[in-house]
């Protein structure tokens, strides 16, 4: 400020120096002293104690029951995808979206619905099987949870063993150092899934591979009549996307192909 002593401003300036250190200072012991109660507080020990009174036992299985019955419903979509023909499908006709280069259309959530309800429909008949054998019994209390794991499992293991593979169930019975058993039921049911899953991978790159053949005869074609007329900067795809649609179109291939997907695994 004009007209006002150096000496003067350079005392101010230490008095609010002074005072912001002591305001810190506080601050600083503060922080130390509530850091030390808290220290304190928890080195009395806190404690949690899970009282279940006389029937404490039962109590404790039926928990432990509950967290196992957790744990399978959150492992329900991966056992639903690789237990059933929902991998084959949904491959299936990402491989045909593919050939057609239509590139979104139909778009993901089509498709994979579309192929969710053609997995309930060739598995009706197991889930059916499942439902009068292991579950229906277990919600009338007849039976127990292992003998409905059993009674239920069968179903789907039956399912599994008439899609794989000979070979496939051989590697992986190899790879699990399991000894060759005399029977098939006798194979684990860990042993069957991923040798099912390798199974439907096969097949489904399989079809995939027959599907791709018409329409990459069409993008040649359009390709070499293109190059002949000199049109080599005009994008094929452009061209050959509205004949490999009427060609579908006129093939009705969505019914070839759901109805082949379908009957495959009759």
């Keep these: 400020m004009p007209g006002c002593n150096p000496a003067s401003r350079h005392h101010a300036r230490g008095t609010v120096s002074g005072s912001k250190g002591r305001s810190a200072g506080w601050v600083l012991l503060a922080c130390v002293m509530l850091i030390f109660s808290a ?20 109590q404790t299985a039926v928990v432990l029951q509950i967290l196992a019955l957790l744990t399978v419903l959150s492992l329900a979509p991966a056992l639903f995808i690789m237990v059933t023909s929902f991998t084959r499908m949904v491959i299936v006709l990402s491989f045909l979206r593919q050939a057609l280069g239509t590139q979104q259309v139909p778009p993901n959530q089509v498709l994979i619905s579309l192929a969710l309800f053609l997995t309930m429909f060739v598995m009706a008949p197991v889930g059916q099987a499942v439902y009068k054998d292991a579950l229906q019994p277990l919600l009338a209390e007849q039976i127990g949870y292992e003998d409905a794991w059993n009674r239920g499992i069968q179903p789907i293991r039956g399912f599994m063993l008439k899609q794989m593979r000979d070979k496939d169930l051989e590697l992986f019975l190899e790879l699990s150092h399991s000894p060759k058993p005399a029977q098939v039921d006798q194979v684990p049911t860990h042993v069957i899934i991923p040798a099912f899953v390798l199974s439907e991978l096969r097949i489904s790159f399989q079809i995939g591979f027959l599907l791709y053949i018409p329409f990459l005869i069409v993008d040649m074609v359009v390709a070499s009549v293109l190059m002949s007329m000199g049109m080599m900067l005009l994008p094929p795809v452009m061209i050959s996307l509205p004949f490999k649609l009427i060609l579908f179109v006129l093939a009705d291939g969505w019914y070839l192909v759901v109805g082949s997907m379908v009957k495959s695994f009759q």
């Design 39 to 58: 220290s304190a507080a928890f080195a009395e020990g806190p404690s949690l104690t899970l009282d279940f009174g006389q029937s404490g036992t039962k």
